[in-house]
């Protein structure tokens, strides 16, 4: 009778990893699928709850009309704390906050966030969610002359989001915060700043030009003035955040590229290229 109850014992124990197997949709890659969840099984078991923070950034990241926290990022990455067995908190905040909380604070993530070498030290990170060319723009019409490195910051107004990375990107061309630099908190209200002609030009990337793009009057065009990099977005984990931790959701983040759960998420809203740089990442490996 005790080894029956033995063998019991053993089934019930075995039961809650193989069940949770069937978070993921794919048989492929089966091992690594096992190995993320049965080590979350017991480190979840020592590890503290986390706190994710993003700002206003539609698609991505935003507050729908009830109130919550959504979009494709959102989502991306609350499916990713699932198929873990992670708790999560998700919070909006104006980008300045949010990353000081990340720098100072225990147990965060930070998303969006654009990985830099400035930057680099500060966090652990997972990604990249997102690969974007970037890029000044300024309304069409109001550029008389062509912009180089040697003009660009001549008599005119840059804008860009407080406490972003596009900030550093304007102060290397020769802006400056309070003469010819404005910081506002969020990108949406460069654009408001440029359309009543108070600054001349704000960096964007690609897919959030074409998001903006269709909230303005039809008559208004804003039009790529200046090439400035590509940018790679990245989930950060404060330092804290054990690193065997990290490994798991870049991970978890990267079967995600590889069994369509991103693409289907994406599919609609990012075109194909942007969808494509993704999964490519993911094939090199």
């Known amino acids: 009778m005790k080894y029956i109850w033995a063998i019991v014992f053993l ?19 089966t091992q690594t699928k096992q190995t993320l969840v049965v080590e979350n099984l017991v480190n979840q078991q020592i590890w503290p709850s986390l706190t ?47 990353l000081e909380l990340a720098k100072t604070q225990t147990n965060i993530g930070l998303f969006e966030t654009i990985r830099s070498a400035e930057r ?13 060319d970037i890029a000044l723009y300024a309304r069409q019409g109001k550029m008389s002359a062509p912009l180089t490195k040697q003009n660009i910051n001549n008599k005119l107004i840059a804008c860009a989001n ?18 010819n630099l404005v910081q506002t908190v969020n990108e949406d209200n460069c654009a408001k700043l440029m359309i009543q002609g108070k600054v001349d030009v704000a960096p964007y990337n690609e897919r959030s030009i074409e ?28 330092k804290d955040v054990d690193t065997k931790r990290v490994q798991q959701w870049q991970q978890a983040l990267e079967q995600s ?29």
Not at 120 to 132: A, M
Not at 163 to 171: A, R
Not at 258 to 276: A, F, S
Request: glycine share 8%.
């Open 211 to 238: 998001d903006l793009a269709s909230q303005l009057d039809p008559q208004i065009k804003l039009m790529p003035v200046f090439p400035l990099s590509q940018i790679s977005l990245y989930l950060a984990f404060s």
């Open 120 to 132: 680099e030290d500060w966090f652990h990170w997972v990604g990249p969610l997102k690969i974007y």
């Open 52 to 98: 994710l923070l993003t700002e206003h950034s539609p698609p991505g990241g935003y507050l729908d009309d009830s109130g919550k926290v959504a979009g494709n990022t959102v989502e991306l990455l609350r499916i990713l704390s699932e198929r873990l067995g992670e708790k999560t908190n998700i919070e909006l905040l104006p980008w300045a906050r949010a």
């Open 11 to 29: 089934i019930c124990s075995t039961l809650p990893a193989y069940l949770s197997l069937d978070l993921f949709n794919s048989n492929e890659h």
């Open 162 to 179: 407080r406490g972003s990375s596009y900030v550093k990107y304007l102060e290397d061309l020769g802006f400056r915060i309070g003469i």
């Open 257 to 285: 590229y590889r069994d369509g759960t991103m693409r289907r998420l994406y599919t609609g809203t990012y075109n194909e290229k942007q969808i494509k740089r993704l999964e490519d990442i993911v094939k090199k490996h």
